[in-house]
């Protein structure tokens, strides 16, 4: 039976999911003069980071929001920084020569009509505005590989046992998802085995958008026994 | 003093007006971009002058800025050049610097060279120091990131190599830096000032400086851990004139070998904490008008630093910092300069307990407010932050400072 204390315990698993369902609501768009039709997660951050100034030998320029839920959940899901430490990372660059600011803009219109008008312009906006002008690059974990929507999320129960004794930790899976969005497969990469078997079970249940072929995806979830 | 001040006043309220957008122009089809900066402080001291300042009156001489400009050329080619200007006490003077100017090629992001004015890469903050909007804190750890000496380790003339590898990405990032130049101090550093309280006219240090700096961003989410190397030898030709010594000007001239900074350090950054903790080993041996005498220097300092972002705009933090340095003498006048052995002796430690709050205003303009507590003095012939000319009648063992300092960028 479902335990009514499962949802705050495992709050930072619905927060894992949340932002996987908010940077699932994310495009990112480029200048049609970049040489790609999709763009790797570790391109993707080493491109916001500055570290990486050319994707498949076009010249690439990050472009970012100044706020917002949309630039919030850019940053933790591909970036992995906060806004503030984001520009703080900038500002050690520019001070001490490494790389330049790159541009902020107001709004994800904003946003839209630089990217069309500038050569090597990289951005995100939500997924529901229209992008007239540029394209949409499909962001993929690795070389091959295809980004998934969620749209369904089961929560997985707390074992009591673990709960009372105050165990918990974060559950690693590797899930199988079919071209019909089920979720076929799903192999353990660490966490408490107990916690392990019922992140299992209900990841089991969760349903993807369709997809092209078979995917693999990694998901952590968190079992925070003081929550 | 009031054109100064007036520009100091123009770049706040500039400050305050800009957004967080690139300033730039375009030339010949390549965005140029310009960005500048300022700090302005205070310090008050209840014992001991400190920086070289008359901080026992509180002192305003605390202000530094400076400005940059850079393109990128291509999209692996990048130049830029910033200027840097400051007064602190008594040393910086107004007198302006070049702080970095270079032209970087990034052949690849495991591999890119840069060569010109560069920054030194030493330990976390030693080429960000003079950025106070970087910081929690109005001054950074005094025992690694000496303000007064800032000069001695802040750059070169030479190249660098860099680049991050990342093998797998479960197994984290390692970057790397390995650099050879010039080094140049700063006539008006802390390292001759002190030097001039023994009679000697602002002897101009110059040397090969080369080094390299490894750090790993662990796969531990925020764990960074890293280790520098820098390695020195270094001149210097000036003349000198002690009654103790001789009536007559004499010349001074200096060798310094070997002199190096071994540096350790590791930060942890998860949400809003930030825990920073570093040692650095400096060590040299210096030789002054071929053994007349001949002085070993051998610090050791470390610092724990914790700050956390209490709000978006407000900030708190605390560290504890550790020096103590040993100093011993040979040759004819050796007596002139007693050993420092003991490191429990306030002379030869300054052990530094500190608590800072920071209000970001905006994005772009900050203020802060710091307490100092140490314990200790270290004077030494080299020194940190005491200097005998504006503590002419000896040192109290403790001194307690408040230090208030505003910074903007943009």
Redesign the interface.
């Known amino acids: 039976m479902k335990d009514r204390k499962v949802l705050p315990v495992v709050a930072a698993a619905v927060l894992f999911g949340s932002v996987s369902a908010l940077a699932g609501d994310l495009k990112v768009i480029a200048n049609p003069s970049v040489q790609a039709d999709s763009i790797t997660v570790?391109d993707l951050r080493?491109i916001f980071l500055e570290?990486?100034?050319?994707l498949n030998s076009s010249?690439?320029e990050p472009v970012l929001a100044?706020s917002g839920t949309a630039h919030e959940a850019f940053l933790k899901e591909y970036v992995?920084k906060s806004d503030?430490?984001l520009?703080?990372y900038y500002?050690?660059l520019?001070?001490?020569?490494?790389?330049?600011?790159?541009?902020?803009l107001d709004s994800d219109a904003d946003i839209v009509t630089y990217v069309a008008k500038t050569k090597?312009a990289i951005g995100y906006v939500d997924s529901d505005l229209p992008t007239e002008g540029v394209k949409v690059l499909s962001v993929t974990r690795a070389k091959g590989s295809v980004e998934r929507k969620l749209v369904t999320r089961t929560e997985p129960e707390y074992p009591v046992s673990l709960r009372v004794l105050r165990i918990g930790g974060t559950v690693r899976l590797m899930l199988t998802v079919s071209p019909q969005g089920s979720v076929q497969e799903v192999d353990v990469l660490g966490g408490n085995p107990i916690l392990a078997e019922s992140a299992a079970k209900a990841v089991k249940q969760w349903v993807y958008a369709a997809g092209p072929s078979n995917t693999k995806l990694e998901v952590s979830l968190s079992f925070d026994p003081l929550r | 003093m009031l054109r100064r001040f007036f520009g100091l006043a123009s770049m706040f309220f500039l400050a305050g007006q800009i957004t967080l957008q690139s300033q730039e122009f375009k030339l010949f089809d390549r965005t140029v971009q310009f960005h500048g900066f300022a700090s302005q402080g205070f310090i008050y001291t209840d014992q001991n002058n400190w920086l070289t300042m008359h901080s026992s009156k509180g002192s305003g001489a605390f202000t530094d800025f400076g400005g940059n400009v850079s393109v990128q050329i291509t999209d692996k080619f990048r130049v830029g050049a910033q200027v840097y200007d400051r007064n602190l006490g008594n040393l910086g003077e107004w007198h302006p610097t070049l702080d970095w100017a270079f032209a970087d090629y990034r052949f690849k992001t495991w591999f890119g060279i840069r060569g010109g004015k560069v920054k030194t890469v030493l330990g976390l903050y030693n080429d960000t120091q003079d950025l106070d909007f970087l910081h929690a804190f109005a001054l950074l750890p005094q025992s690694v990131y000496p303000t007064d000496l800032r000069d001695t380790s802040i750059g070169h003339l030479g190249g660098d190599f860099y680049g991050t590898i990342s093998p797998k990405p479960r197994l984290g990032a390692i970057s790397y830096t390995a650099y050879a130049g010039h080094e140049n101090d700063n006539i008006y550093s802390g390292f001759t000032y002190v030097s001039s309280a023994y009679g000697v006219n602002r002897p101009h240090y110059t040397g090969l400086q080369y080094g390299g700096d490894l750090r790993w961003n662990t796969p531990l989410h925020g764990l960074l851990i890293g280790v520098s190397r820098r390695n020195e030898y270094s001149g210097s030709k000036s003349t000198f004139r002690n009654p103790l010594v001789s009536p007559l000007t004499l010349p001074y001239s200096t060798e310094t070998y070997p002199l190096w900074t071994n540096q350790f350090y590791a930060e942890y950054e998860r949400g809003r904490l930030q825990i920073d903790s570093e040692y650095r080993r400096y060590l040299y041996h210096l030789v002054v008008n071929r053994n007349l005498l001949a002085t070993t220097v051998n610090v050791h300092s470390w610092y724990v630093a914790g700050a956390y972002r209490v709000s978006k705009r407000f900030t708190v933090g605390s560290y504890y910092s550790r020096y103590a340095v040993r100093r011993m003498s040979t040759g004819p006048i050796a007596g002139l300069f007693p050993d420092q052995t003991d490191t429990s002796l306030p002379a030869n430690h300054i052990y530094d307990k500190v608590i800072s709050a920071r209000v970001d205003l905006n994005s772009f303009w900050n203020a802060k407010v710091e307490g100092h507590f140490m314990d200790g003095y270290g004077a030494s012939t080299f020194p940190n932050g005491f200097y005998p000319q504006l503590n002419p009648l000896g040192y109290k063992p403790n001194t307690n400072a408040l230090v208030l300092k505003t910074s903007v960028n943009f």
């Open positions: 570790a080493s570290d990486k100034k050319s010249r690439v100044r992995g503030s430490e520009r703080t500002r050690t520019v001070f001490t020569g490494a790389s330049a600011m790159p541009k902020f090597g």
